[in-house]
Antibody, heavy 118, light 110 residues
Framework: EVQVVESGGDLVKPGGSLRLSCAASGFIFSNAWVSWVRQAPGKGLEWVGRIKSKTDGGTTDYAAPVKGRFIISRDDSKNTLYLQMNSLKTEDTAVYYC?????????WGQGTLVTVSS | QTVVTQEPSFSVSPGETVTLTCGLSSGSVSPTYYPSWYQQTPGQAPRTLIYSTNTRSSGVPDRFSGSILGNKAALTITGAQADDESDYYCGLYMGSGISVFGGGTKLTVL
C-alpha cells in the first residue's frame, strides 16, 4: 500500500526540541519531494517546509516562522523523512503532516500532534 | 507580504455547481504558481484534490476540476453532493522554494 505515516509527536516545554518522523512505503521514496504541513487547533493549514529528492539536489526550504529553528532531513535507505524542531514555542502547537505527490496520487499521513506547553 | 485569499464560507444546494476561488492580495494567480486544492473534513487529514492547476489526484471524481479564472485559481465542483461538505484549502507556490496556503473555505451543502 502506498502511504506515509508520521510519528514522534509529544508534549514538550517551550524552548525544547523534538524530532518527528514520516515513514514512507509502497513507492520510490528517494525520488519524491516531500513537505511538512501543520495545523494548529481549530486553524487552517500552514506549510512548514520541503525537501527535494537527492537527485534534484536534496535542498530544503522553510516557512519564515520556522526558518532557523526547524530542520528537514531524509534517510532514503530507511524511506523516512524527519523534522527536527528546536527552540519550540507555544505557537508551534499543531498536528504535523507529511505530504507528497507520487504518480498523480496526493499522499498525506494521519498526522502527529505536537503540544508545546509548560 | 502577499496573502493567499479564499472565500471564508460558501453555501451550495445539492446538485448545483459551485466555484471556489484562490487569489492574491497583490497580483494575479497564474499556472506558474502551481495552484493546488485540498479537501478536509473535521478530524481527518487533508486530501489532495488538484495540483498543478488542473491535474486531478488519483481517485478524485471528475466532478472536481481546477482552472484559472481571471486572476484567480478556481476549484469547481459540478453537481455538489452532501459529502462534499468540507473545508477546502488552496496552496500556491510563491517562488524561491516557498509555498503558502490560503485560509480555507468552509463549504456547506444544504
Amino acid at each position: 500500500e502506498v502511504q506515509v505515516v508520521e510519528s514522534g509527536g509529544d508534549l514538550v516545554k517551550p524552548g525544547g526540541s523534538l524530532r518527528l518522523s514520516c515513514a514512507a512505503s509502497g513507492f520510490i521514496f528517494s525520488n519524491a519531494w516531500v513537505s511538512w504541513v501543520r495545523q494548529a487547533p481549530g486553524k487552517g493549514l500552514e506549510w512548514v517546509g520541503r525537501i527535494k529528492s537527492k537527485t534534484d539536489g536534496g535542498t530544503t526550504d522553510y516557512a519564515a516562522p520556522v526558518k532557523g529553528r526547524f530542520i528537514i532531513s531524509r534517510d532514503d535507505s530507511k524511506n523516512t523523512l524527519y523534522l527536527q524542531m528546536n527552540s519550540l514555542k507555544t505557537e508551534d502547537t499543531a498536528v504535523y503532516y507529511c505530504t507528497t505527490v507520487w504518480q498523480q496520487l496526493g499522499l498525506w499521513g494521519q498526522g502527529t500532534l505536537v503540544t508545546v506547553s509548560s | 507580504q502577499t496573502v493567499v485569499t479564499q472565500e471564508p464560507s460558501f453555501s451550495v444546494s445539492p446538485g448545483e455547481t459551485v466555484t471556489l476561488t484562490c487569489g492574491l492580495s497583490s497580483g494575479s494567480v497564474s499556472p506558474t504558481y502551481y495552484p493546488s486544492w485540498y479537501q478536509q473534513t473535521p478530524g481527518q487529514a487533508p486530501r489532495t484534490l488538484i495540483y498543478s492547476t488542473n491535474t486531478r489526484s488519483s481517485g478524485v471524481p471528475d466532478r472536481f476540476s481546477g482552472s484559472i479564472l481571471g486572476n484567480k485559481a478556481a476549484l469547481t465542483i459540478t453537481g455538489a453532493q452532501a459529502d462534499d461538505e468540507s473545508d477546502y484549502y488552496c496552496g500556491l507556490y510563491m517562488g524561491s522554494g516557498i509555498s503558502v496556503f490560503g485560509g480555507g473555505t468552509k463549504l456547506t451543502v444544504l
